[in-house]
């Protein structure tokens, strides 16, 4: 499996610790659509000879927080969601690859979501995953996904961790629980001291796409996009300051299967009381 990690560089609507930030809506507008234009670019440059599959970082039509501008983040995202989305169609179509777009997404029932939208080859939605750990503020105006659906791909088993999610050990052992052979990981915060970690605990491939700060590089805990095999090993890393396609070859993703048995089999084994005492 090829795999094209789409590593964006934020403006400064993703300034949270700077408090005293306020925006009029018009340049909340601006600010959001320069990173949807941004991340378009990038997934118009991804070399569909060197990918077969796309990610994005975590919410690419981020419109700011809430407290920060008198516009609703609800009708930010809604404004402009068919033309993010139909523009990733567009672009999943023309290449012939699969995309999976991290976002925030509007639904019907008028709340918010921190999610992972998937298109196929053809440009079809298939698949969505909604964000189950909100971190900070963000329990404040999203509301929660319920479960890890697992994406049935032509590669293999996917499922999708986003941010925070990959944080708590229970998320990549929900997917190898069901069979996973890849996480897929949008995000504004990958660490590789728990990427690595939950790769190899559960003999699995993970893959985040990392934001890069617009005002420093990534640094401290914080790591570039990164692919990890099912041993821990760091198959490819992206560049800590600034925005880049990082291309990465997992080969057929399904070979981490006997590492994932063993540990699946070894620790039901242990829960289950079977053991001779």
């Known amino acids: 499996m090829k795999l094209a990690l789409i590593q964006e560089k934020q403006n400064r609507l993703y300034r ?49 927080q809430p407290f920060r501008s008198a516009l609703s983040p609800y009708q930010a995202v809604k404004d402009t969601q068919e033309y993010l989305l139909s523009s990733c169609s567009e672009i999943a179509q ?20 921190n999610s992972a939208v998937v298109f196929d080859g053809q440009g079809k939605e ?30 293999g088993r996917i499922g999708i961790g986003i941010c925070w999610d990959m944080q708590f050990p229970e998320t990549a052992r929900s997917y190898a629980g069901q069979g996973a052979d890849l996480i897929l990981c949008p995000t504004w915060g990958w660490e590789e ?58 080969g057929d993703i399904r070979d981490c299967r006997e590492m994932r048995r063993l540990r699946m089999e070894d620790l039901e084994w242990r829960l289950s009381g079977k053991e001779n005492v």
């Open 193 to 250: 001291i728990y990427g690595r970690s939950r790769a190899y605990e559960n003999g699995i491939y993970v893959a985040s796409a990392m934001a890069v700060p617009a005002w420093k590089p990534i640094e401290g805990r914080r790591t570039p996009s990164q692919t990890v095999g099912p041993d821990g090993a760091v198959l490819a890393q992206g560049p800590a300051d600034r925005a880049e396609v990082v291309y990465s070859d997992l």
């Open 126 to 155: 298939i698949f969505s995953y909604d964000k189950n750990f909100l971190a900070g503020e963000e329990k404040e105006y999203l509301t929660p996904g319920r479960g890890f659906p697992v994406w049935q791909s032509e590669f």
């Open 94 to 113: 023309k290449k012939g690859i699969c995309l999976a777009v991290g976002m925030f997404r509007a639904g019907k029932d008028q709340k918010l979501y």
């Open 16 to 64: 949270f610790r700077e408090s005293e930030l306020r925006f009029e809506e018009a340049e909340v507008r601006m600010l959001q659509m320069e990173m949807i234009e941004q991340n378009l670019a990038l997934l118009r440059r991804v070399d569909e000879e060197r990918a077969q599959l796309a990610l994005t970082s975590e919410a690419i039509n981020f419109p700011g």
